[in-house]
């Protein structure tokens, strides 16, 4: 007697699908299962009735000579082949993936028309019938495909016969395929459709009776219909064929979601999931979970809400037709009911339910690269499971725990993998030793790690190798003192020393300042922080100090002929440079140097770029912008210099003035402006005679140029402070602002001195101060105040 073959047609990742083949194998009881999927998986595929392996999974398979060529296979709860490979497993029966092996497939993909000798301008046949589904809907008078299959299977319970469903989908299937698919699409249909069979007659030579096959449902007319053996060997030979390996990967319903990958696309999983885990009262059950939901996020949702929402969807569905309240149905009652009307709240039932955040687990014996298998040994050890939902994760780098997971996370970002992204603590603290981390698990990482996985065995081994060949590959100088930092950040000793000779190299053949400017801050602040992770940056010393030398010697004239965009661009360098060699080598502290005084000798890396700094701002332009520093930076390098106290504010107010003279040019003086007050304002605040220089100026400028000026000048002031602007705007509304008449003017008739006195002993206090008799150095124009005796409120 022949073997009997059953063909179930289905829709992936359809539960209603799912419910109909569980039917249909309890009633057919075969002894073998055939499922439409890469047969590479016949070795592992009884690793799905292990009791770690938990769905959404998926089926990943690489070409091993090419990882980045890679094909995912993904399987949720509620997908008819993962409930035919749990039957098959659970009651012991032989199962096997029938589709084209991946070997083919990634060869395949590398002709124009997907088929060897095949062309890809899509002249040889019709054009593809698309998506069947959307077919049979609109053949149903149906606009809505989705809607219709939910109506016609998916809200269908099995009946008596387990079977007629599968036929009802054959029998449209074939009437849909009578025109065929024809092109690139329709040739590779082929291609699988034969190696489909081939399958099933190897099954049936092997002795099986009852023989089930689980596939798409367009599939089951060309598998019905059997032509000859050597018809379809004929199609299959000369196939070409690249190395592959599979394994298992952990999915996301979030990736079920995305228009990519096998089988992939489906709008609703958590909902799809819902459906097929709740057979009964599948409408009630959610409702209840969209309460419990929102509940957690502080909406206020009663018993009472849940009942009139249900009601609301199943009369919905009456009202439209429907045998069942679907998703359209249950979304529209959670908005009106229980959202009050709010898109919000109705984006995170979406979000949450609709979608949803579940991740799967494989176990551990799952075939898997040696660098996958170092990778979960420290996720375990270091306590850092994967997960689909991101969340925020604090390190304090002072516990050795928390110092292990970020050289973890940043070796990870080495080798391409941004399972953790840095970010900024909602604490606020500055502190070096102290991160924020962004976790967020994608399961197109295990095709990273299988990328990576030929630079070592094990993630510190892998990061090291990448980051000497990152160094060999770096265009820039700037790009090597970052790896440098992202090498001390991951605690990469062993990559430290290549990296550094490719450094040292490049630094001394680099003559660019732009370039070295760009390259000393990752250096310095690698120098500077890294001491809190135990790391050894004692060779970057040398380099680091040689660069900051050598950007002080070449900055003026690098400096010289600039236009505005350069001019912009070499603004930003001297502000890092001189963030970087404050952190290199800090300044002398004490008092500022008195007005025009020069410092004493300086050897120090501070100490040549302040005689940089002062180079560059006493080189006024004298045949015009291209013979001269542009008023930006030399405005930029005076404010350097007096907030580190290497410059008197009366050299300052000196240099001011000199600058805003009508003999000066007005928009050489708005640049000088801007370059001066960038970065705070409050010092014209304190200083009335900068104050008055600079409304002199701009009531002296005519008014043409004025208009010209404008648009700087705006630029410039809106980047101050709110309460600087506000104040210099309420200084100029009392009157002129040249010498102290104004800031006597300020200062309103009726202060109460008493009340003022009373907190100037806890500013004292606050600002670590001594406590003299009188308050030292009142603003211009404004009377001593006595110091009272400290009371009890101190």
């Given at each position: 007697?022949?073997?009997?073959?059953?063909?179930?047609?289905?829709?992936?990742?359809?539960?209603?699908?799912?419910?109909?083949?569980?039917?249909?194998?309890?009633?057919?009881?075969?002894?073998?299962?055939?499922?439409?999927?890469?047969?590479?998986?016949?070795?592992?595929?009884?690793?799905?009735?292990?009791?770690?392996?938990?769905?959404?999974?998926?089926?990943?398979?690489?070409?091993?000579?090419?990882?980045?060529?890679?094909?995912?296979?993904?399987?949720?709860?509620?997908?008819?082949?993962?409930?035919?490979?749990?039957?098959?497993?659970?009651?012991?029966?032989?199962?096997?993936?029938?589709?084209?092996?991946?070997?083919?497939?990634?060869?395949?993909?590398?002709?124009?028309?997907?088929?060897?000798?095949?062309?890809?301008?899509?002249?040889?046949?019709?054009?593809?019938?698309?998506?069947?589904?959307?077919?049979?809907?609109?053949?149903?008078?149906?606009?809505?495909?989705?809607?219709?299959?939910?109506?016609?299977?998916?809200?269908?319970?099995?009946?008596?016969?387990?079977?007629a469903p599968f036929a009802a989908v054959a029998e449209a299937m074939t009437a849909l395929r009578e025109d065929g698919a024809a092109g690139p699409a329709g040739r590779r249909d082929e291609l699988r459709e034969a190696y489909m069979r081939q399958q099933i007659r190897a099954a049936r030579r092997a002795g099986h009776q009852r023989i089930a096959v689980v596939c798409g449902a367009w599939h089951v007319p060309a598998l019905r219909t059997m032509p000859t053996a050597a018809h379809d060997r004929a199609l299959l030979t000369?196939?070409?064929?690249?190395?592959?390996?599979?394994?298992?990967?952990?999915?996301?319903?979030?990736?079920?979601?995305?228009?990519?990958?096998?089988?992939?696309?489906?709008?609703?999983?958590?909902?799809?999931?819902?459906?097929?885990?709740?057979?009964?009262?599948?409408?009630?059950?959610?409702?209840?979970?969209?309460?419990?939901?929102?509940?957690?996020?502080?909406?206020?949702?009663?018993?009472?809400?849940?009942?009139?929402?249900?009601?609301?969807?199943?009369?919905?569905?009456?009202?439209?037709?429907?045998?069942?309240?679907?998703?359209?149905?249950?979304?529209?009652?959670?908005?009106?009911?229980?959202?009050?009307?709010?898109?919000?709240?109705?984006?995170?039932?979406?979000?949450?339910?609709?979608?949803?955040?579940?991740?799967?687990?494989?176990?551990?014996?799952?075939?898997?690269?040696?660098?996958?298998?170092?990778?979960?040994?420290?996720?375990?050890?270091?306590?850092?499971?994967?997960?689909?939902?991101?969340?925020?994760?604090?390190?304090?780098?002072?516990?050795?725990?928390?110092?292990?997971?970020?050289?973890?996370?940043?070796?990870?970002?080495?080798?391409?993998?941004?399972?953790?992204?840095?970010?900024?603590?909602?604490?606020?603290?500055?502190?070096?030793?102290?991160?924020?981390?962004?976790?967020?698990?994608?399961?197109?990482?295990?095709?990273?790690?299988?990328?990576?996985?030929?630079?070592?065995?094990?993630?510190?081994?892998?990061?090291?190798?990448?980051?000497?060949?990152?160094?060999?590959?770096?265009?820039?100088?700037?790009?090597?003192?970052?790896?440098?930092?992202?090498?001390?950040?991951?605690?990469?000793?062993?990559?430290?020393?290549?990296?550094?000779?490719?450094?040292?190299?490049?630094?001394?053949?680099?003559?660019?300042?732009?370039?070295?400017?760009?390259?000393?801050?990752?250096?310095?602040?690698?120098?500077?922080?890294?001491?809190?992770?135990?790391?050894?940056?004692?060779?970057?010393?040398?380099?680091?100090?040689?660069?900051?030398?050598?950007?002080?010697?070449?900055?003026?004239?690098?400096?010289?002929?600039?236009?505005?965009?350069?001019?912009?661009?070499?603004?930003?360098?001297?502000?890092?440079?001189?963030?970087?060699?404050?952190?290199?080598?800090?300044?002398?502290?004490?008092?500022?140097?008195?007005?025009?005084?020069?410092?004493?000798?300086?050897?120090?890396?501070?100490?040549?770029?302040?005689?940089?700094?002062?180079?560059?701002?006493?080189?006024?332009?004298?045949?015009?912008?291209?013979?001269?520093?542009?008023?930006?930076?030399?405005?930029?390098?005076?404010?350097?210099?007096?907030?580190?106290?290497?410059?008197?504010?009366?050299?300052?107010?000196?240099?001011m003035g000199l600058v805003l003279s009508p003999a000066g040019a007005p928009a050489d003086a708005a640049g000088w402006i801007e370059g001066f007050l960038t970065g705070g304002g409050a010092l014209l605040l304190h200083d009335a005679r900068l104050l008055g220089l600079l409304d002199d100026w701009l009531t002296g400028v005519p008014g043409d140029t004025l208009v010209d000026l404008l648009p700087m000048l705006r630029r410039t002031f809106s980047g101050l402070e709110a309460g600087v602007r506000r104040t210099i705007g309420?200084?100029?509304?009392?009157?002129?602002?040249?010498?102290?008449?104004?800031?006597?003017?300020?200062?309103?008739?009726?202060?109460?001195?008493?009340?003022?006195?009373?907190?100037?002993?806890?500013?004292?206090?606050?600002?670590?101060?001594?406590?003299?008799?009188?308050?030292?150095?009142?603003?211009?124009?404004?009377?001593?105040?006595?110091?009272?005796?400290?009371?009890?409120?101190?």
């Open positions: 007697m022949g073997a009997e073959v059953t063909l179930l047609g289905v829709r992936h990742h359809g539960p209603g699908s799912a419910r109909a083949v569980a039917a249909a194998l309890a009633q057919l009881r075969p002894d073998a299962v055939l499922i439409e999927g890469p047969p590479e998986a016949d070795t592992i595929v009884a690793l799905a009735g292990d009791k770690d392996m938990k769905p959404p999974v998926a089926l990943l398979a690489h070409v091993v000579d090419d990882p980045a060529k890679a094909a995912f296979w993904p399987f949720a709860v509620f997908s008819p082949e993962w409930v035919a490979v749990r039957y098959a497993v659970d009651h012991d029966v032989p199962v096997r993936f029938v589709d084209l092996p991946a070997a083919h497939t990634f060869a395949l993909a590398d002709h124009p028309s997907g088929v060897p000798g095949g062309t890809s301008d899509g002249e040889d046949g019709p054009e593809p019938l698309g998506d069947p589904i959307a077919a049979l809907a609109r053949a149903a008078g149906h606009d809505d495909p989705e809607r219709w299959w939910e109506d016609v299977v998916e809200h269908r319970a099995p009946g008596d016969d387990a079977l000369g196939l070409p064929r690249l190395r592959t390996e599979i394994t298992w990967v952990p999915w996301t319903h979030r990736r079920l979601s995305q228009h990519t990958g096998y089988g992939a696309g489906i709008d609703s999983p958590g909902w799809y999931h819902h459906l097929f885990t709740s057979p009964d009262r599948p409408v009630t059950r959610w409702m209840t979970g969209v309460a419990e939901l929102l509940r957690a996020e502080d909406h206020p949702v009663s018993s009472a809400h849940v009942i009139e929402a249900v009601r609301l969807a199943e009369t919905l569905a009456v009202m439209r037709g429907r045998p069942l309240a679907g998703l359209g149905e249950t979304l529209d009652a959670v908005r009106s009911v229980l959202c009050d009307g709010s898109d919000v709240a109705l984006a995170l039932v979406h979000e949450r339910l609709v979608v949803g955040d579940a991740l799967g687990e494989v176990p551990d014996d799952a075939p898997a690269v040696p660098l996958q298998r170092d990778l979960a040994r420290l996720q375990r050890s270091l306590r850092l499971k994967p997960e689909a939902a991101g969340r925020e994760l604090v390190l304090d780098l002072r516990k050795d725990l928390d110092a292990s997971r970020s050289r973890l996370l940043h070796r990870l970002r080495l080798l391409g993998i941004g399972w953790g992204e840095p970010g900024r603590t909602t604490t606020g603290s500055t502190g070096t030793f102290r991160e924020t981390w962004q976790l967020h698990w994608e399961p197109e990482y295990a095709v990273r790690v299988v990328e990576a996985a030929h630079w070592g065995t094990t993630v510190e081994d892998a990061a090291c190798a990448r980051a000497a060949r990152a160094a060999v590959d770096a265009a820039e100088l700037a790009d090597l003192t970052r790896l440098v930092e992202q090498c001390l950040l991951a605690g990469l000793t062993g990559a430290l020393p290549s990296v550094m000779r490719v450094l040292a190299d490049r630094a001394a053949l680099d003559t660019d300042v732009a370039h070295l400017a760009a390259a000393l801050p990752p250096l310095v602040r690698a120098l500077r922080y890294g001491d809190v992770r135990s790391t050894d940056g004692r060779a970057l010393d040398g380099v680091a100090h040689a660069l900051a030398e050598r950007i002080s010697i070449g900055l003026p004239p690098a400096c010289t002929g600039l236009d505005a965009d350069g001019a912009a661009a070499m603004r930003a360098h001297l502000d890092a440079v001189h963030t970087a060699v404050g952190l290199l080598a800090p300044g002398p502290s004490g008092a500022p140097a008195p007005s025009g005084a020069a410092d004493a000798p300086d050897d120090s890396a501070a100490g040549r770029w302040a005689g940089a700094l002062r180079s560059l701002a006493s080189r006024e332009p004298s045949g015009g912008p291209a013979t001269g520093v542009p008023g930006l930076l030399r405005g930029r390098a005076v404010r350097l210099l007096l907030d580190d106290g290497r410059l008197g504010s009366d050299e300052a107010g000196r240099r309420e200084r100029a509304a009392a009157g002129p602002l040249g010498g102290g008449a104004a800031l006597v003017a300020a200062v309103p008739d009726d202060l109460d001195e008493a009340r003022a006195d009373a907190a100037l002993p806890v500013l004292a206090l606050l600002l670590g101060l001594p406590a003299p008799d009188t308050v030292p150095g009142p603003p211009v124009g404004l009377p001593r105040i006595p110091r009272q005796p400290q009371g009890r409120n101190t």
